[in-house]
């Protein structure tokens, strides 16, 4: 059974950092495009990050490239989004998921239940 558990979210201030952790268990990391997108109630889902099974490639929406970092840890079965210099818009609900299309960061197949990241002062 596919299942993605998304942990580490919660609220950080401005300039703040969290690290968003996906445990997954089902399937193997090193086969698959994982990453994360977002939905802030009244815009749009937002692909936010994917690493490559194959090579490890990372690639990143341009609102958060240079402040947010995907890993994986395939010892783990778990991929990590660190991420840095919050601001306020980054407010969503993330969601860790198994992409189709990884370098457009687009195609979600599956994903977890999602999990609050608030940025505020």
């Known amino acids: 059974q596919v299942q993605l558990v998304e942990s580490g979210g919660g609220l950080a201030q401005p300039g703040g950092s969290l690290r968003l952790s996906c445990a997954a268990s089902g399937f193997t990391l090193d086969y698959n495009a994982i990453g994360w997108f977002r939905q802030a109630p009244g815009k749009e889902r937002e692909g936010v990050s994917c690493i490559s099974g194959s090579d490890g490639n990372t690639y990143y929406a341009d609102s958060v490239k240079g402040r947010f970092t995907i890993s994986r840890d395939n010892a783990k079965n778990t991929v990590y989004l660190q991420m840095n210099s919050l601001k306020p818009e980054d407010t969503a609900i993330y969601y860790c998921?198994?992409?189709?299309?990884?370098?457009?960061?687009?195609?979600?197949?599956?994903w977890g239940q999602g999990i609050q990241v608030t940025v505020s002062s």
């Open positions: 998921t198994i992409y189709s299309y990884c370098r457009e960061i687009q195609g979600p197949r599956f």
